[in-house]
T-cell receptor, first 118, second 114 residues
Framework: AQKITQTQPGMFVQEKEAVTLDCTYD???????LFWYKQPSSGEMIFLIYQGSYDEQNATEGRYSLNFQKARKSANLVISASQLGDSAMYFC???????????????FGKGTKLTVNP | DAGVTQSPTHLIKTRGQQVTLRCSPKSGHDTVSWYQQALGQGPQFIFQ???????QRGNFPDRFSGHQFPNYSSELNVNALLLGDSALYLC?????????????FGPGTRLTVL
């Protein structure tokens, strides 16, 4: 079974600086996908970035990039030029393959609370 | 284009009662997944509905049941509520034939069991 580990319960960063949120995963599948979601205090999970296990290049979406190190089974999220609005919970997740119709489910880590200081 | 909507926003129940939560998926989506997020934890998969059938189920007791309607909307029912059922319940919609990694989440229903 897939497992996601986020070892940083909380992180602090100064506005305009970069921050890295750690994520390690465990799976026996060769094909898998990794996600990062942002959850503000409102509760809604906001999709940030996705990395497929066969993607040769690290995924980037605006200020978000995913540092994918397959051999180490890590998928760290890098946020550049932090903004006050980036303060939120961040969750790393992995898709669990399912081939019988419908979509794959997601397995989430426990999250990291990011606080951006002015 | 409305995203995923959930109702109600908040709910307070007492132990032993039953509750029904509702979810309307994003337009064009046919698959609905339900997640439970306890305080301080990541979301945990409850079950998924596709073509009006439960396709996958996580490690949750039979007290948790669901339904999907022909218009793809879905309900989550929880019977015999326990204090431990207090959580944020998230609904996610996706398209089985589309880009599967695009799962859109609703704002959630916060359930408090007293």
């Amino acid at each position: 079974a897939q497992k996601i580990t986020q070892t940083q319960p909380g992180m602090f960063v100064q506005e305009k600086e970069a921050v890295t949120l750690d994520c390690t995963y465990d799976t026996s599948d060769q094909s898998y996908g990794l996600f990062w979601y942002k959850q503000p205090s409102s509760g809604e999970m906001i999709f940030l970035i996705y990395q497929g296990s066969y993607d040769e290049q690290n995924a980037t979406e605006g200020r978000y990039s995913l540092n994918f190190q397959k051999a180490r089974k890590s998928a760290n999220l890098v946020i550049s030029a932090s903004q006050l609005g980036d303060s939120a919970m961040y969750f790393c997740a992995m898709r669990e393959p399912y081939l019988q119709g419908g979509s794959e489910k997601l397995v989430f880590g426990k999250g990291t609370k990011l606080t951006v200081n002015p | 284009d409305a995203g995923v909507t959930q109702s109600p926003t908040h709910l307070i129940k007492t132990r032993g009662q039953q509750v029904t939560l509702r979810c309307s998926p994003k337009s064009g989506h046919d698959t609905v997944s339900w997640y439970q997020q306890a305080l301080g934890q990541g979301p945990q998969f409850i079950f998924q509905y596709y073509e009006e059938e439960e396709r996958q189920r996580g490690n949750f007791p039979d007290r948790f049941s669901g339904h999907q309607f022909p218009n793809y909307s879905s309900e989550l029912n929880v019977n015999a509520l326990l204090l431990g059922d207090s959580a944020l319940y998230l609904c996610a919609s996706s398209s089985a034939s589309g880009r599967w990694y695009e799962q859109f989440f609703g704002p959630g229903t916060r359930l408090t069991v007293l």
